[in-house]
């Protein structure tokens, strides 16, 4: 196998159902750069399945998967209780999976709510990152396969902000890019999602500026992205 064909393999591959295959497995042993690629894939699957479990399945959903699990583990006299409890587990799983990748995309009514919901992960000050400044060529290639759009990096280099890293997180129920910026000593977040995550028209080039608990949101649309800055 060769870059191109790990590359390809990389992009195309369902990471819920497609195992590494041993050529797939030869190459990265051999090839740093495609390790290095497939490093930041995992990283950001690990990171939008971390922001789904903690911020977006509903709180009574997991105590419910955990008194199913308690109950199906408790010594039970009648087999029946057991299928029972294994049948309820099989269905909580099924719930939980359909509510993960089957909602209807969430749209925002308005970039109040937007400008809000970027603050409130910003003032979070989770910065984990699942690439580095310098990895953002192929994060880049990663993002837009996790996303499922061409996400394009927002033009701020000529302003003195630096590149530090980045993740996926669920911005309100939407996936996104998280960037984080330097800019002397202040870190900013940069959120990048797609315009159709907007129930709303916004032409291009069109901005919008917001003060929330003491941080400054600039949105903005370009490219058909729109892109969220806190600071
Ligand atoms: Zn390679």
């Not at 308005?110 to 979070?124: D, R």
């Not at 000050?125 to 953002?136: C, E, H, R």
């Not at 999602?193 to 069109?206: K, P, Q």
Request: charged share 25%; hydrophobic share 40%; with cysteine.
């Amino acid at each position: 196998m060769i870059c191109k064909d790990f590359q390809h393999w990389l992009l195309a591959r369902d990471e819920f159902t497609d195992k590494i295959t041993p050529a797939a497995q030869e190459h990265l042993e051999s090839c740093e750069n495609c390790k290095a690629l497939y490093n930041i894939d995992l990283g950001l699957e690990k990171s939008i399945q971390a922001a789904f479990f903690q911020e977006e399945l509903p709180k009574g959903l997991f105590d419910q998967i955990e008194l199913t699990l308690d109950h199906a583990k408790t010594p039970i006299l009648y087999a029946k209780q057991k299928i029972a409890g294994i049948v309820a587990g099989f269905a909580l799983i099924i719930a939980m999976v359909f509510m993960v990748f089957f909602n209807p995309p969430f749209r925002y009514q308005n970039l109040q709510q937007l400008s809000e919901k970027a603050v409130a992960s910003h003032l979070k000050g989770n910065t984990a990152m699942s690439f580095t400044g310098d990895q953002i060529e192929q994060a880049l290639s990663m993002l837009s396969k996790e996303l499922k759009f061409n996400v394009i990096l927002p033009d701020l280099t000529d302003k003195g902000y630096v590149l530090l890293g980045g993740r996926l997180c669920v911005l309100g129920e939407c996936r996104t890019a998280y960037l984080f910026y330097q800019n002397q000593d202040k870190v900013s977040s940069v959120f990048i999602l797609d315009y159709d995550h907007l129930d709303f028209e916004m032409a291009d080039g069109s901005r919008f500026e917001n003060d929330i608990k003491g941080c400054h949101t600039d949105i903005w649309k370009e490219k058909g992205q729109v892109y969220a800055m806190v600071y």
